[in-house]
């Protein structure tokens, strides 16, 4: 279409289609894209940069001059794909002439109307005329970035090679007639400033014709945005954070229940096993039990200064219906939004940590349901974009484990992300929400 620019992005990912393997040995390639967005759009009003050229209007009938070339109809080339048929008359202006004493009838010969003389034979001129193949080398009537056509004036002789073209002054008008010819259009700059853009992640939505609004485009998987909980900031381990009450009937009360949340750039939905048919409500603190996902979990750090093998360092470790038990799996709680995983976390004893965190980046777990009598796995949970059912990436915000990763910079709005290398990301866990437990009695 003549009122529309077209612009190729290529989108930029590391790795094969397989780099979005979600089981638990592929885990490291996850969601390791150089572009990710879940709602297109350009930087800002500004963003069509020309970079020291120009966008003008294109009058209809009216054609910036390439180059004349010599010939007894003389050839000129315009830019862009004339309508121009035999027998209509143009104008041609804004041509150099040179030649000594011949300047000024050159400039005169030239800069004044004529007859086009000859177009291709396959846009329904007359056969007698010169054909298109002979005079412009097969070059389509339509369709490239340059076309041409024929004039009665004869260059072959004195008049060759002294015309100059310069791309802002020459041009060639038609001259006949007919409704919206152009006659009084003018080459001005056309105005570049764009629909202001739009980004759902900060709930703005893009302006009327912009990119976001006319089309809901995906680049790249969906990912992590963000890890938080919707407990208030405070202390939590059992009987709502007071411990152990003295006297009471049970000597340990009743575990705190924490949920963490994981949100996605989009809805995504976990299936628990490749048919969602592998919930189970295993025992966890003794006599308490919940409809849990057990292949797909988060691990979170349970106990500073933890040593290999103790139970506590982790949330996953432990042995069911005992005081330290396996914890943090997926767990729905009927109210999230569609974009959010649950992770259900309960306190067991001795669990203590000051920072309530995740383990690294690779914490987020999605593995097998189900395995067969030889240890293969025959039903793989997963976490997939709802709409074409693409696999989620599963990588984490950064903790101060990930040595080096935290190096995000401040966003837009001037919020620090990374305060260093070794920071935990304000997206995270910790950095959204500060928890503190204390199950020690």
Known sequence: MDNVLAFEYVVQSEGPAEAYDQSEGGLPATADQQHLTNDLDYKDVQSLEVNAGSI??????????????????AVVEVYGKHRLLPGDIIALEGIGATGDINTMPNTHAINREHTVYALPVDAGTDLNRLDWDQIWNAS????????KFQIN??????????????????????????????????????????????????????????????????????????????????????NAGFGVRTGASSSEGVPDVIDVKVSFSEPIVASCGVNNDKWTT?????????????????????????????QNQYST???????????????????????VLNFRYLPRRLDFTARLQYDNEFSLKVGCATQDAN??????????????????GLRLPPTVRDTGRCITPNNTIGQVLCTSTTADHTYSLFGQKRLKIDAVF
Do not use: W
């Open 56 to 73: 003008k209007r294109a009058c209809a009938n009216v054609y910036q001059i390439k180059s004349i070339t010599c010939s007894s109809k």
């Open 140 to 147: 389509p009537p339509y369709g490239s970035s340059t076309s």
């Open 153 to 238: 004036l004869d260059t072959s002789g004195g008049l060759c090679g002294t015309y100059t073209v310069t791309r802002e002054g020459s041009r060639v008008r038609r001259k006949r007639f007919v409704h919206g010819d152009g006659g009084k259009c003018h080459f001005v700059d056309a105005n570049l400033k764009l629909p202001a853009p739009g980004d759902k992640m900060k709930s703005t939505y893009g302006y009327y014709q912009s990119l976001s609004y006319n089309k809901d485009i995906v680049v790249g998987r969906p990912y992590v945005t963000n890890v938080t909980s919707d407990n208030p900031v405070g202390t939590y381990g059992y």
């Open 282 to 310: 295993p025992q966890q603190y003794p006599g308490l039990r919940y409809r849990i996902c057990t292949s797909i979990y988060l691990v979170l750090v349970t106990k500073d200064g933890a040593a290999g093998g103790d």
């Open 317 to 339: 470790t432990g042995a069911p219906g005992t005081a330290v038990f396996p914890t943090g799996f997926l767990y729905e709680t009927g109210y999230d939004a569609p974009n």
């Open 375 to 392: 240890g293969a796995c025959v039903s793989l949970s997963h976490v997939r974009r709802r709409v074409d059912n693409k696999q989620a």
